[in-house]
């Protein structure tokens, strides 16, 4: 091959410094289209920052909308607390004391063994009724706080009536009295009671219910060789199954008893004895709402096919 001159030398130089310009050029071209997107994203990133900004300014405002109302319904619930306290005749009770959003009252419930018991009944805006039980000092009687150390005597009314041994349940409206003039009104019929409202007294409500549990009393199931009866306590579902099964089997015997190796030469409980029941009202009860159960899941089972079973399975779906 024939050696190259210098001039084609120099030409192949030359477009090799043209290739390397046109790749700077092209390096430089992507540089721009990068910088160029950068300020597309950067001005999308504005743009949304703000929409967020106008976002938050009326957020700002439905805020302050929501504060301005929530200050005139403030200002109008104080002005009912202050109308609501205005009867004339709740300052003739004893021991008046009216406070910013409630009134406190001199209260009791007499009991014939041991005379009053004394306390402070508190009525809230909201219609909570509370007692501070003043029956003695040093009473202990009442709830724990879970901030507080000291132990406060603060219980609703059928706390109260049940720590004062009165008899009877969901009577306290009659057995809670307060004193205007000098005479003992029960609580249902004095002026306070219309403040009462039952949703803000859960935990009264709760008292209530947990003694209305269902209780089952005793009940009992006669030999069918001997006739006589046998004692079947009901204080869990086992103990209701047992006498379930054994008050639908006519051919029961004594020796069938659950629990009690027996037999019909065993001495039948005295008539008297048989008159405990068990029922946590009277002693002697011969049946009332506290003890007899009409029917629930306890005493009651889905798969049995007694008239009572299938009774109360069709009333509960219905």
């Known amino acids: 091959m024939a050696p190259k001159t210098a001039r084609a030398v120099k030409g192949e130089r030359v477009d090799r410094r043209a ?61 009912e607390v202050c109308e609501m306290f205005n009867d004339e005749g709740l300052q003739l009770i004893e021991g008046y004391e009216r406070g910013a959003d409630f009134i406190k009252v001199d209260c009791g419930c007499t009991l014939k063994k041991y005379g009053d018991f004394g306390g402070r009944l508190r009525v809230d805006a909201t219609g909570k009724f509370s007692i501070d039980c003043q029956c003695f000092v040093g009473c202990t009687k009442g709830k724990f706080p879970s901030l507080f150390i000291i132990k406060l005597n603060i219980l609703t009314p059928d706390e109260f009536e049940k720590h004062t041994e009165k ?113 946590p009202r009277q002693l002697r009860c011969q049946g009332c709402f506290a003890c007899v159960c009409l029917g629930c899941y306890k005493c009651r089972y889905l798969e049995c096919t007694c008239r009572l079973c299938t009774d109360f399975v069709q009333n509960v779906d219905a």
């Open 19 to 79: 290739t390397k310009s046109e790749k700077v050029n092209l390096r430089a071209v992507k540089s721009e289209e990068l910088d160029r997107r950068e300020v597309k994203s950067d001005k999308k990133v504005n743009r949304r920052a703000i929409k967020t900004e106008k976002v938050d300014r009326r957020e700002v405002r439905s805020d302050k909308k929501v504060n301005r109302r929530a200050i005139k319904t403030e200002k109008v619930d104080r002005r």
């Open 167 to 279: 008899g009877g349940s969901k009577r306290w409206q009659y057995n809670i009295w307060i004193q205007t003039g000098g005479k003992k009104i029960p609580l249902l019929r004095s002026a306070l009671f219309k403040y009462y409202a039952p949703a803000a007294n859960a935990d009264n409500a709760t008292s209530v219910g947990s003694r209305k549990r269902k209780f089952h009393r005793d009940e009992f199931v006669h030999c069918s060789l001997c006739n006589k009866e046998r004692r079947f306590q009901l204080r869990n579902k086992e103990e209701c199954k047992l006498y379930h099964d054994a008050a639908i089997n006519e051919n029961w015997k004594c020796s069938d008893w659950p629990g009690h190796n027996i037999t019909c030469k065993e001495a039948d409980e005295r008539a008297s004895r048989k008159a405990y029941r068990g029922c």
